[in-house]
Each structure stands twice: as structure tokens, then as C-alpha cells.
């Protein structure tokens, strides 16, 4: 069993605090609804003090998981978690590194060779 801790997510929202999940709630649904589809992205301030520190802000995406998604080919739709997290990314001008785990690799279930790609 992973625990929220055991997940890059789970750590980023751990020491993002209440400033971090208050963003998110108010940025992760759409007109249906819904709160973060697979594949978009959405981007938050750094939430509290210790992600600060050293990020301005987080980009977030929802990757599918690999076994048991529905809407199509899994590799296409984490394709697209790439591409729309990494254009918010850059889209200020100013952003100067971005650091990105392996999508879906982890709880998704994404074998390592499909993830990589």
C-alpha cells in the first residue's frame, strides 16, 4: 500500500500545507465539474513557506492510470500531461528550472519503458 508521503504528489502537498490544498480547490474543476481531468494541468503558488523556498510555483497534472483508463490509448493522454504542464511551466517568461518527476510511473502503474517515452 503507498501512502500519500510515499509519492512525489504526496510529499509536494505535504510540505505545501493548507496554502497549497486552498489553491488547489479553487483551480482543479471545470465546468463539469470535475476536478483535475487526466491530462490537463493547472499551476498554484508554492503553498507554504518550505516549497517557497525554493520553487514560485507548482504546476500540476493528472497522469491515467495505465491498466484501467478509459478514455483511449494511456500513452497519449500522459502525453498530454506533459505537454500542458510544461506549457504553463514556461508560460511566464521568467521561469528558470523546472523540475518533473516521471509521470505516472508510480501508483499509475505506467511501466517503466512507457513512461520514459
Keep these: 500500500m503507498m501512502y500519500p508521503v510515499s509519492v512525489i ?3 509536494v502537498h505535504q510540505r505545501g500545507g ?6 488547489l480547490l479553487l483551480k482543479r ?3 463539469n465539474g470535475e476536478k483535475c481531468p487526466v ?3 493547472v499551476t498554484t503558488s508554492a503553498g ?3 516549497l517557497q523556498e525554493d520553487y514560485d510555483s507548482i504546476t500540476h497534472t493528472t497522469p491515467p492510470f ?3 483508463y478509459e478514455g483511449g490509448d494511456p500513452c497519449v493522454a500522459l502525453r498530454s ?3 500542458n504542464a510544461l506549457c504553463l511551466a514556461f508560460e511566464n517568461r521568467s521561469t528558470l528550472r523546472v523540475a518533473c518527476p516521471l509521470l505516472g510511473a508510480g501508483c499509475r502503474g505506467f511501466p517503466l519503458e512507457e513512461a520514459v517515452k
Design 29 to 31: 474543476s471545470n465546468a
Design 39 to 41: 491530462g490537463s494541468a
Design 18 to 23: 493548507l496554502r497549497l490544498k486552498l489553491d
Design 81 to 83: 500531461c506533459y505537454q
Design 66 to 68: 495505465y491498466k484501467y
Design 48 to 50: 507554504s513557506e518550505p
Design 9 to 11: 504528489d504526496g510529499l
